[in-house]
């Protein structure tokens, strides 16, 4: 029996993941179709095929679901970050970094995402918690690239614009309802951003 426990705990986080990402999916669908607001715990298990006690086991609530979302986010960047060349700038590193991670993004689902955020205080305060947390992930990712203390302030303020062009970038996106996709508002504004560096 021992033999089987590791491929029998593999398949128990699987479904665990799978479970999580059903739960995840059917409470996006139901926000974009119903509202954050009048959307239920008990609509959210029944479009998942799960009961409501299954539900409290992977989650408290609705702005739980939302947190698991944004938590992989930070981790997922500073891999991103740390798998780019070294041969070019911080500030590109970060910005391919970004369109790295894009290229895998749903848009449809991320535009939910990003309108339901800004629907009421406590979750705008959570967005903002998210990107400063980006800010702290891409500054730690770009000291383990380059080390020199001398260069901590810089990278610093590198970690600081960066986010700052890239929160740009996504308020223009939804502003505009999605004309072009998310790339290019990033990489207009990290373009607008180097323009600025180099012209003062």
């Given at each position: 029996m021992e033999p089987d426990r590791p491929k029998q705990?593999?398949?128990?986080?699987?479904?665990r993941r799978?479970?999580?990402?059903?739960?995840t999916d059917s409470a996006l669908r139901l926000f974009?179709?119903?509202g954050y607001e009048a959307t239920t715990l008990d609509a959210i298990a029944k479009?998942?095929?799960?009961?409501?006690r299954t539900f409290?086991?992977?989650f408290d609530s609705k702005e739980e679901i939302l947190a698991?979302?944004?938590k992989g986010l930070?981790?997922?960047f500073r891999a991103a970050i740390l798998a780019q060349p070294k041969d070019q700038s911080p500030l590109d590193a970060v910005c391919s970094a970004h369109l790295?991670?894009?290229?895998n993004f749903d848009a449809a689902q991320t535009i939910v995402i990003e309108r339901i955020l800004r629907s009421n205080e406590q979750l705008r305060a959570s967005n903002q918690a998210k990107f400063l947390q980006m800010e702290q992930t891409t500054f730690e990712a770009l000291c383990e690239i380059w080390p020199q203390a001398m260069r901590r302030k810089a990278l610093r303020m590198v970690a600081m614009v960066s986010v700052g062009a890239l929160r740009l970038a996504i308020d223009s996106w939804a502003e505009e309802q999605q004309r072009k996709p998310l790339a290019d508002y990033v990489k207009e504004a990290f373009a607008d951003l180097k323009a600025e560096v180099t012209d003062a």
């Open positions: 705990e593999g398949w128990r986080e699987k479904k799978e479970t999580l990402q059903r739960i974009a179709a119903d479009a998942a095929g799960i009961s409501r409290f086991y992977y698991a979302w944004q930070p981790e997922a790295k991670l894009m290229a």
